[in-house]
């Protein structure tokens, strides 16, 4: 019956896009809209402006009901407001008198009628009405009760299922004794429908009467004032009640709506009308007339004889008159004696949640507020005279059904789109679950630091070194196995971060820290795989040793969510942190032992030459080796020696170590190799069995100064020094030296002399008394 | 107690500090606070019960140990007062049923009871003579007082049965000891929310008053009537002792002593005058005697109680965390206190100035009770009480009022207003229903009835209008109006024809047998009315007629009207009441009470001759010609 399309004028924005909770909006001369967290604005219809926002703050914890409650405050200070000369207009700043409210949970909706305020609320087992009589100045914030009715639950088939509990509350006024200008929610009933639905003595007491629409589908009653009054319930539409108002619907009349309508969730409309005549005894009935549109109803509002609704994804119009005059009274007789309504047309506008009836008299207006919180005005086309039942032409017919198929193939479109982002939130959401049970496995473990038994992670790192010769050079290569033994995927989205950097780095010296940094994003690791990367670590000559690795877990959050909505925010879980001292970067000289070496951590030593060598030692501990320059004879040679029980070596380092390679032995007790720096060196270990049978002396000799300390560094860390005062003595000590190896001139075989004299005595001494460890 | 602070001081220290801490900050608002109602105090009750809760549940962390025994009876006393306030008894409960476990780990008792008898029973015993034993008892006393505010009555007799002497050491100020030492060193000493002096206090009044109520209504008016005697010397609140005097009242009047009663109450309403109960309950005693200028007195001082202020805000507001309100919530005792509401009484009061001959007072007291349903103040609307007619019914009251009292433009304009708001949705037939029928037929129940009630209450506008235009000789007027009421009643057909209306006795179906006797007596005034008007404008014959009629409808109204006329000469306004009394009201069916009051004194219109010599003249002529016609028919 529309000719054309709706004009639709968006008039401001809010932005409240994707809140959860419906906004609660108050049309009028000026419109009130809350966002359904702190945020009330008000704009000016007629000067098409946003007059206020953010006119006062709702605590967070407030519920929605409370800030719709302050909404209605809103109304009610504005009118004590207007009342003073200069206000013809709402003030810009509203000022909302301070917490007026009232101790009630669940309010679910509430009405001003005169200085009455009603609350609707639900409590366990029923539906609690309060009167409130308001203060006569907003300043004094005691709201006395003046009485309450309750309406008990009806069993909860219907309740389980309705978690929206918001219910529609308006006013009616019996049409002779209304005052003359109505509030929002307020209406004015024709007396004989009144009466005949509210009673005869609602009338005489000239009460109005509260109408209510529950969640549960009643529609409920209340007269104000009249004594003795009950809660009761008018009708039922078995479905949740969106909207209640009430229309003029025929033409004539001094204004008096004469049909309640009433609207439920899921389309079930129910218009109720005085019926004359229409009783075995001539005398008029109120007449219940019931259909169903297409639903899900979201929003509504009546005009004079129409009722616009919104079903979220289209505008629709009912018209409620019964026909149109020129009819014959006869046709109309049967019409209402059919009691169907007309079929709703579609005024094609998505997206409308909150409706107002039309302000203008010349051409129908809405104004409606879009989900993405466009305030918008929709004119609708003018309505055709003779419009109504008549058969449309056939082009039209077509016209129809193809704007009808387009409209169905939109809808499964957007259905579709719709389906695939759930699924893809839904795998989002089971990718973090695992990557928040991953980060809780890791960061719980590594509170527990204390103690170094429970220390190990599930998802944790081990590392081999190796020498490999490319383009003719030497370089030292480290195995990294990523092991997860933990429970857990770890899915797409983690990555492998290696951070290689000396373990003493010099902040005097004049370079950079030499730290590298290898990632290895990787696909999937189940629970018990492993990862195993390759990575260069040192070159031949590179003595800067040892070198720490840091292993650590990163999951980018933009590789999950995508770019724009988390752009910085990725989770670094640390593993653990492994050491290559100068022990795995030896190079030894046999040929038959230039094999795969293993680094570790401290404490979870497979086979590395030490190792070897202890093993050996322990086989055939006679013989002495050489002391190295001990004694000064041979100035290009240092040695440095540790003393250590063999019942510690076997403790600290062999028993913790059962899948110890078999085939590795070394032929003899001394071992020759080769340094990173390229330097030779000597281990030798040899039973000194004076105080301590087992006593065993572990020999390091080189040329090389640097050699000598750090892989006397080396053996004094792989045993563990439980004192920790000398290994700290020994590492500043190392340190110095390397300082003044950086500082001075660097190189190999570098001379006594040119060394701080000082820190040479320092060394000696430390050297010639070697530490006992027991 | 200072012994024990030696070894674990600080701890200790630190929760006495919180409790009592918490204990001022309760007691300190409180101060502040008396003109404030007490649902005001809710959020700041819940806060403090959290936090009782809290440092209990901090105590009781540690295992149960005699130093922190004391502290932890004292903060379970403290959480459960504020969860009673609050009416969680079964939270209160679980904190004392822990508490009396853990006191029975300390000393060794044995635990494990279930019944809470015999667990009391072992925790007493197991701390007598014990600096603990106070606070066991305290804790007896929450026990109590949460029976008592549960209606247990039967576990408090049992308890005070079992262990008399328990309950006197109870009753007889155990502990004052114990406070006022601690009064001396409060710092050391973890305080209470409420003294337990009080609160025993409290609950002994109360227990008895309970008790009272609850055989009262048990028919044992003699015991009650003793128990309550006794109470009515206890030290308490000046309400609840009012209370007392009240309840022996109404056990008195059980007893059929209704002077002893008046004294009782008179004591009540002496102790406190805010005990409307008091009132209402000598109302009803004054109404029962016969008294009719004393119950008007009584329901004058009613009304303008309940009207006071003060009345509406809770009798028993207390200073107290537990309220007495709160212990005294038995279903019996409620009834017995329960008041109709200010509405009701109005009306009561105007209908019985109205019915004693108080004309003038009745109608001022109508238009008073007028003016609060239109008000805007909504005071004292949403009572639930249904004892107010309804409201078309009590317009046609007001106007028979406004009749009597010779204003009858008012009453016209009252009649019409109801006719006003009916007339569009009268049927154009309505079938009044035998009882019985009536009874299978509930479907229908309000309309139907609405819909009769409807007709009835415009019929009897309309016969009102009529009246007062026969009161302003306005005769042709009157004939119109009555015969309206006539047209309005003839489409009320009755679904039984034999039916007879004065045999449809009360217990049957009252409203419909009122109905039913409604509808004659309407008729039959409505006739008879037009007959007289008939007589006024010579038109004997048609006067004739609907006297007869009259007669046929309902005979009382003939025969008054047939009096009447005979001795319509000598009349005067007293000697129709009393005419009126004398016959119309025996040929009633059931006590005059059901009739509607705009029905009733209609007679006193029916005389409207009588002060004008020259119509007197008209009627004696007219009478011997009625008179003849009328024994013609009757014979």
Redo the contacts between chains.
């Keep these: 019956a529309m000719e054309g399309r709706c004009a639709v004028e968006t008039w401001t924005e809010f932005g409240f896009l994707g809140t959860s909770t419906t906004p609660k909006v108050r049309f009028g001369t000026d419109v009130f809209i809350c966002t359904g967290n702190d945020e009330v604005y008000v704009f000016s219809t007629h000067e098409r402006k946003l007059k206020a926002s953010n006119c006062f703050s709702v605590k967070d914890d407030l519920p929605l009901c409370c800030v719709s409650f302050s909404l209605n405050m809103t109304f009610h200070s504005c009118r004590a407001q207007s009342s003073s000369p200069d206000s013809s207009s709402i003030p810009a700043e509203l000022k909302i008198s301070e917490f007026l409210v009232i101790?009630a949970d669940g309010v679910s909706s509430l009405l001003l009628v005169?200085?009455?305020l009603l609350t609707l609320s639900q409590r366990d087992s029923s539906w609690l009405m309060t009167?409130y009589?308001t203060p006569e100045q907003t300043e004094s914030s005691s709201y006395e009760v003046?009485?309450?009715?309750s309406l008990p639950l009806v069993s909860a088939v219907v309740q389980a299922d309705t978690e929206s509990k918001t219910s529609v509350l308006i006013c009616l006024h019996c049409g002779d004794t209304a005052p003359l200008t109505l509030p929002h929610g307020h209406f004015c009933l024709e007396?004989?429908l009144f009466?005949?639905l509210f009673?005869?003595?609602a009338?005489?007491?000239?009460s109005p009467v509260i109408l209510c629409g529950l969640p549960d589908g009643r529609l409920c009653f209340l007269p104000?004032?009249?004594?003795?009054?009950?809660l009761r319930v008018l009708h039922s539409i078995e479905q949740p009640v969106v909207f209640v108002g009430a229309s003029v619907v025929t033409e004539t009349g001094p204004g008096h709506s004469q049909c309640l309508v009433a609207m439920g969730e899921q389309g079930r409309v129910v218009l109720i009308k005085t019926e004359k005549g229409r009783?075995e005894?001539?005398?008029?009935l109120a007449g219940f007339t019931e259909g169903i549109v297409s639903g899900p109803v979201q929003c509504g509002c009546l005009d004079r004889n129409c009722l616009y609704y919104s079903t979220g994804s289209d505008l629709l119009l009912l018209d409620l008159s019964e026909g149109s005059s020129g009819k014959e009274s006869k046709e109309r007789v049967e019409e209402t004696s059919r009691k169907t309504l007309q079929s709703p047309t579609s005024l094609n506008v998505s997206r409308v949640v909150a409706l107002a009836e039309p302000t203008s008299n010349t051409s129908v207006q809405l104004l409606g507020l879009s989900v993405r919180g466009q305030l918008q005005r929709i004119s609708l086309p003018a309505r055709r005279k003779d419009a109504g039942l008549s058969k449309l032409p056939s082009a039209q017919v077509g016209r129809s059904i193809r704007d009808l198929l387009s409209a169905i193939g939109d809808v499964c479109e957007r259905s579709s789109v719709l389906k695939t982002a759930i699924k893809s939130k839904n795998q989002i959401l089971r990718h973090l679950n695992q990557v928040v049970n991953i980060s809780f496995l890791l960061t719980a473990t590594n509170n527990t630091e204390d103690d170094p038994a429970i220390k190990e992670k599930p998802i944790r790192c081990h590392a081999m070194t190796s020498w490999s010769r490319l383009l003719q050079k030497d370089c030292l290569n480290l195995t990294c196995v990523l092991d997860n033994s933990s429970p857990f995927v770890l899915e797409r989205g983690w990555t492998l971060s290696v951070t290689v950097f000396p373990l003493c780095c010099s902040s005097t010296a004049g370079e950079e820290i030499s730290s590298a940094n290898f990632s290895f994003p990787f696909q999937n690791l189940n629970s018990g795989e492993t990862l195993e990367v390759l990575l260069p670590i040192a070159a031949a000559g590179d003595s800067s040793f040892p070198m720490t690795v840091n292993c650590s877990l990163i999951f980018s959050l933009s590789s999950l969510l995508g770019e724009q909505e988390a752009a910085s925010s990725n989770i670094s879980l640390p593993l653990n942190t492994l050491t290559v001292d100068w022990l795995n970067a030896l190079q030894l000289n046999s040929p038959t032992a230039r094999h795969k070496m293993v680094t570790f951590q401290p404490g979870s030593i497979t086979t590395d030459p030490i190792q070897a060598f202890i093993s050996s030692r322990q086989i055939r501990c006679s013989g002495r080796a050489d002391r190295g320059a001990e004694s000064g004879s041979r100035p290009e040679k240092y040695s440095a020696s540790v003393r250590v029980s063999s019942e510690l070596l076997k403790d600290s380092l062999v028993l913790k170590n059962s899948n110890l390679d078999p085939k590795i032995s070394l032929s003899s007790l001394t071992v020759h190799a080769c340094g990173p720096n390229g330097a030779t060196v000597k281990l030798t270990a040899k039973k000194v069995g004076i105080v301590f049978s087992d006593e065993l002396e572990v020999q390091v000799e080189s040329s090389s100064m640097t050699a000598v300390c750090g892989l006397h560094h080396a053996v004094l860390s792989r045993i563990q020094v439980q004192t920790h005062t000398h290994t700290v003595r020994l590492n500043t000590i190392f340190r110095e030296v390397q300082q003044n190896q950086i500082s001075g001139a660097l190189g190999v075989g570098m001379t006594a002399g040119q060394m701080n004299p000082g820190l040479l005595s320092v060394y000696q001494e430390l050297r010639q008394n070697p530490l006992l460890i027991i | 107690m200072s012994h024990k602070m030696s070894q674990p001081p600080s701890l200790l220290n630190k929760w006495i500090q919180e409790n009592n801490e918490l204990v001022n900050k309760w007691k300190q608002p409180e101060k502040g606070r008396d003109t404030v109602r007490q649902d005001h105090n809710q959020p700041h009750l819940k806060w403090c019960s959290y936090e009782f809760h809290k440092l209990l549940g901090i105590i009781q962390g540690i295992p149960p140990n005699s130093d922190y025994t004391q502290l932890e009876l004292a903060v379970v006393y403290n959480a459960g007062v504020c969860a009673t306030a609050q009416a969680q008894f079964s939270e209160a409960e679980l904190f004392l049923t822990q508490a009396a476990e853990r006191v029975l780990q300390v000393t060794g008792g044995e635990t494990g009871a279930s019944d809470p008898l015999v667990c009391w029973r072992a925790v007493l015993k197991s701390v007598e003579n014990t600096h603990l034993h106070p606070s066991v008892l305290y804790l007896v006393c929450l026990q109590w007082a949460i029976w008592l505010a549960t209606c247990q009555l039967k576990t408090i007799q049992e308890f005070q049965e079992e262990m008399p002497s328990l309950f006197e050491t109870l009753c007889g100020g155990v502990g004052d000891g114990a406070i006022s030492e601690a009064r001396s060193k409060s710092s050391n000493i973890p305080l209470m929310v409420m003294d337990p002096r009080r609160l025993i206090e409290l609950l002994q009044i109360c227990t008895s008053i309970a008790l009272g109520a609850e055989r009262l209504t048990e028919g044992q008016s003699s015991e009650a009537l003793t128990g309550l005697q006794a109470a009515s010397s206890l030290p308490a609140p000046r309400a609840l002792v009012g209370y007392t005097h009240l309840l022996s009242g109404s056990c008195l009047t059980h007893m059929r002593r209704p002077q002893m009663a008046l004294q009782c109450y008179r004591k009540a309403l002496e102790t406190d005058s805010r005990c409307v109960c008091a009132l209402y309950q000598s109302m009803l005693i004054y109404r029962q005697l016969g008294n009719t200028q004393a119950e008007i007195q009584a329901l004058r001082l009613l009304h303008s109680t309940l009207m006071l202020p003060s009345a509406t805000d809770p009798a028993l507001a207390s200073t107290h965390l537990l309220s007495p309100s709160s212990l005294l919530c038995s279903q019996s005792l409620s009834s017995l206190l329960s008041v109709p509401s200010a509405l009701s009484v109005l009306h009561s009061l105007a209908l019985k100035c109205l019915l004693c001959g108080r004309v003038s007072e009745g109608v001022e007291h109508y238009l008073d009770l007028l003016a609060v349903l239109h008000s805007e103040d909504q005071q004292g609307l949403h009572t639930q009480d249904a004892t107010i007619p309804r409201l078309p019914e009590l317009y046609l009251e007001a106007g028979a009022a406004l009749l009597m009292a010779r204003r009858p433009a008012d009453c016209l304009a009252l009649c019409s207003e109801v006719i006003s708001t009916t007339l569009e949705l009268l049927p154009e037939k309505v079938v009044l229903e035998e009882p019985e029928e009536r009874r299978e037929a509930e479907t229908r129940d309000t309309e139907g009835e609405n819909r009769v009630a409807m007709v009835l209450w415009t019929a009897a506008a309309y016969l009102l209008q009529g009246h007062c235009h026969s009161h302003l000789k306005d005769w042709k007027q009157a004939v119109t109006h009555y015969t309206r009421c006539i047209n309005l009643l003839v489409k009320v057909r009755l679904k039984k024809r034999d039916f007879q209306p004065q045999f449809s006795s009360a217990d049957m179906d009252v409203q419909r047998g009122k109905d039913l006797c409604v509808l004659q007596k309407l008729k039959g005034l409505s006739l008879a009315g037009r007959g007289i008007s008939f007589t006024q404008t010579d038109k004997l014959k048609e006067a004739l007629r609907d006297l007869q009629l009259s007669l046929q409808a309902f005979p009382g109204i003939f025969l008054c009207t047939y009096r009447n006329l005979s001795l319509a000469l000598c009349w005067t306004q007293q000697s129709s009441a009393t005419e009126y009394r004398n016959l119309v009201l025996p040929s009633q069916p059931g006590d005059k009470k059901r009739m509607p009051c705009h029905l009733m004194n209609r007679i006193n219109f029916l005389h409207p001759v009588k002060r004008n010599p020259l119509s007197q003249q008209t009627w004696i002529n007219r009478e011997s010609k009625l008179e003849h016609v009328l024994r013609v028919h009757s014979v």
């Design positions: 101790e005169g200085t009455v009167l009589k003046l009485g309450s009715f007396p004989v009466k005949l009673g005869v003595e009338a005489l007491a000239k104000l004032r009249l004594p003795g009054a009950r009783s005894d001539g005398s008029s």
